[in-house]
């Protein structure tokens, strides 16, 4: 057999998979398992049973990775530093594991925890920890910090899930894949401080090195401030040294779009591009080629230090060195074992990373050049300039990860099939150029200066080329993520195309059968999975989105929430994947409350990634730069209402009506929160009253101009639970059976207010709170309305 290694390794992989499925701690029999399977192996190849041989050693590795999986995930639900439940600040100390990660608005630290202050009293507790630290309004900055360094610091432990929504959250699975145990958060870079005075550790010596090189960066190609870079150094940052935190919205945005993302965020391709410069430079002194491989394995371990071992660079790099040590022992190596090999490397050192979108998507890729590489490109015309296997390239490695990334980004584009033909060669190209000017930079600071002109010249074109394609919008675009059979169907195809025919019609049947699944994959041709009514408000944090799910499968959402100067987007990264995890690919009512970042900050994410049929929006008042890139991202062809008392759509089922505000409200009131819109939901049965953010005034009002419209059953509480709303005379006037207190875990303002919770308490109306509770969803069933919360998990 050419790979031996290849089935062995998937059996291991596939008990690996299994365990993170039905998530079973570990018992020393699974053990014992694996030892019977061993021998009974080992007596059976005595026997000269081969078949049987093959089977059982399959077997071994299935439990052997399904028992690897189980040890790990007990050791890390029962780490002590997960374990630690805290309120407020405590006081940690610990040793930096890398160099802080550089946002516009925050650092963030990786550190091995050794010890924290509880009740007075010191207690050693190790842990991985990912502490956010955030730029302080009053001063302060974070002390030079290395890896290898001691610190201690004050911080309030973060739950492990970010929000609580009704479908799964990124953070576990990330904390998990990086084998962090707890966040926490430092309010400010005082409370961080540097113990040791010298670092001599190898992590410190590259960790400098990395921090000197940064500098140079920053003195060439400044930001705004003097946390960031201009667009070209965000980007020679991250192609350079892995450091992509520090990249502006509207460039991450574009890459995202036009599928090149992969390009900025250091992977197989750069360690390629380090290899293929690095073996072009030794081959000029250099004529052995024993010699050479071993002087690249030097290099590509010299180059993961210096990027701090980031996991697709620690991928990509165990896969080279696995190639090349293959080389230095055999003769010749077989593509399939040494990626078989690498991944079993991987896996054995963390077995979490089978969970990793981005240890998934190498090894596909990986698998997709070394098996269709060379039939793609026999079929394509010979073309000039190497184009033919450029094309082909691309092409082998989109087939075998474009499910994954439709099933976990939600995108589906066919402009980096074009685009890579230019910009592949120009990152190659920057990279070069950008190594030699780090190096002048280290050496001749101003020769490095020199070439930064021209380097930045270079950025600016690699970063105009992905915009290119920007105009036909048809060539990327969002969707949910296929059905698993799908996902499946589209695979099995592809390795059915892959094999050898066995009959006359096989390739043909075979092609219109992935080209059947694949269709289904790219178009989604399935109806949403809502059936009758249900409302849904949204874990957003501090801010307010509502999801209404109609029963002819129409959806209205009503804001997006959003945060004021955080490039966290809960449109993007919450309202987004909710949507498209219950189905919907377009949206029939966008509604903004009002143009406040907490309602309608995420609203441009949604008009990016949706059809928009109708836009509702306040028509008085100054929504700033808000309300203009809503409306700039908006497609000409929505139509857009501007937001006046009436009926707004009325069906047999339902009817929606705005009562607020009106021309009178709008001479008493000023503009913001005192005239964000009513919007009341009338289902015959039940009915939910949404009034935004309106004060006691405007409450006021509404009981004297409507108190006959205000009665509902469901009552948002108006401004999140602040004191200055949900008086008695609106409590009365509505008389809800149940309140929703839309306010974020642990917010700045302690929503909500006291003196809310014990009107609510004392007029008998049931409460629901956002930061307690997580998404609450109200659906109409054949027996009445259901409750559901995220935080009670399914049910």
């Known amino acids: 057999m050419p790979a031996p290694l290849l089935l062995p390794v998937l059996s291991f992989i596939s008990g690996l998979f299994t365990a993170s499925v039905f998530q079973i701690g570990f018992s020393v029999s699974f053990l014992l398992l694996v030892s019977l399977l061993l021998l009974a192996a080992w007596a059976s190849y005595i026997l000269k049973k081969d078949c049987l041989v093959s089977l059982l050693l399959l077997a071994a590795f299935f439990l052997a990775g399904f028992s690897l999986y189980s040890l790990e995930l007990t050791a890390h639900q ?10 407020g600040y405590l006081d940690f100390v610990g040793k930096v594991l890398k160099s802080p990660e550089r946002r516009p608005d925050r650092d963030i630290l990786i550190v091995r925890v050794e010890g924290v202050r509880l009740a007075g009293e010191d207690k050693i507790i190790g842990g991985n920890l990912r502490l956010t630290v955030a730029h302080s309004t009053s001063g302060g900055r974070l002390p030079e910090l290395m890896a290898g360094d001691r610190i201690e610091f004050s911080a309030s432990l973060s739950p492990e899930e970010t929000f609580r929504n009704f479908f799964p959250d990124f953070m576990p699975r990330y904390l998990r894949s990086q084998k962090i145990q707890a966040r926490a958060f430092c309010k400010s870079p005082l409370l961080v401080r540097k113990l040791n005075t010298s670092n001599h550790s190898i992590a410190g010596f590259f960790s400098g090195l990395r921090r000197k090189l940064q500098r140079g960066i920053e003195r060439d190609f400044p930001g705004k401030d003097e946390f960031s870079l201009s667009p070209e150094g965000a980007v020679l940052e991250a192609l350079l040294l892995g450091a992509d935190g520090r990249i502006d919205e509207r460039t991450d945005r574009q890459f995202q779009k036009t599928g090149l993302y992969h390009l900025l965020a250091i992977s197989g391709a750069h360690v390629a591009v380090v290899t293929f410069l690095f073996h072009s430079l030794l081959s000029l002194f250099i004529i052995r080629k024993r010699t050479i491989h071993l002087v690249l394995l030097a290099a590509l371990l010299f180059y993961a230090l210096l990027v701090e071992g980031q996991p697709s ?61 060379e039939p793609v490109r026999r079929f394509l015309p010979r073309l000039p300039l190497k184009l033919s296997e450029l094309m082909a390239l691309s092409l082998a490695a989109v087939a075998g990860t474009m499910p994954v990334i439709i099933s976990n980004f939600h995108r589906v584009t066919f402009a980096s099939l074009l685009l890579n033909l230019p910009e592949a060669p120009l990152m190659g190209l920057v990279m070069g150029t950008g190594y030699v000017y780090l190096g002048l930079n280290s050496l001749l600071p101003a020769a490095g200066h020199l070439l930064s002109y021209p380097l930045k010249y270079l950025v600016q074109l690699f970063n105009w080329i992905a915009t290119w394609l920007e105009p036909l919008s048809s060539l990327s675009y969002r969707l949910p993520s296929p059905p698993v059979l799908v996902v499946i169907g589209f695979y099995l195809f592809l390795l059915l195309l892959w ?82 995890h219950r189905g919907y690919k377009k949206i029939d009512y966008l509604v903004c409350s009002h143009f406040h970042p907490d309602h309608a900050g995420g609203l441009p994410a949604l008009a990016r990634n949706f059809r928009i049929k109708e836009f509702w929006y306040p028509e008085e008042g100054d929504g700033g730069e808000l309300e203009q890139q809503i409306k700039r991202t908006l497609s000409r062809r929505v139509k857009k209402r501007p937001l006046r008392p009436g009926i707004f759509q009325e ?22 929160n005192d005239l964000s819109a009513v919007l009341r939901l009338d289902t015959g049965h039940h009915s939910f009253l949404f009034p935004a953010d309106i004060t006691a005034p405007v409450e006021e009002y509404l009981v004297l101009s409507r108190s006959k419209k205000l009665k509902a059953a469901v009552l948002k509480i108006p401004h999140h639970g602040s004191r200055s709303s949900s008086t008695e005379i609106f409590l009365q006037a509505v008389a809800p059976d149940w309140a929703v207190i839309t306010c974020g875990r642990n917010n700045v303002y302690g929503f909500p207010d006291r003196q809310v919770l014990e009107r609510l308490e004392a007029a008998g109306i ?17 027996a009445g309305f259901t409750i559901k919360t995220a935080a009670a998990g399914p049910n």
């Open 313 to 373: 660079v620690f991928r990509a790099v165990i896969m080279a060195s696995v190639f090349l040590l293959g080389k230095l022992i055999f003769a010749d190596t077989n593509l399939l074992n040494t990626l078989a090999l690498s991944a079993l490397v991987l896996l054995l050192l963390n077995p979490f990373s089978l969970e990793d979108v981005g240890f998934q998507l190498t090894f596909l890729a990986s698998l997709s050049l070394v098996l269709f590489f």
């Open 499 to 580: 094999l050898r025919p066995r009959f006359r019609w096989q390739k043909p049947l075979t092609a219109s059968g992935l080209a059947v699944f694949f269709l289904i994959m790219i178009t989604y041709p399935f109806r949403p999975t809502s059936q009758g009514l249900a409302v849904t408000f949204l874990d957003v944090g501090q801010g307010d989105s509502t999801v209404v799910e109609f029963p002819d499968r129409r959806v209205m959402v009503i804001d997006a929430g959003g945060f004021l100067k955080s490039d966290f987007d809960p449109g993007e990264s919450l309202v987004s994947p909710f949507l498209w």
């Open 651 to 672: 069906t047999a089922s339902y009817r929606v009506e705005v009562l607020y505000p009106d021309r009178e409200a709008e001479s008493l009131f000023h503009p913001g």
């Open 78 to 87: 029962n780490n002590p530093l997960r374990q630690l439940r805290a309120d």
């Open 766 to 782: 049931g409460i629901l709170r956002i930061d307690r509770d997580g998404a609450i969803r109200f659906e109409r069933t054949s």
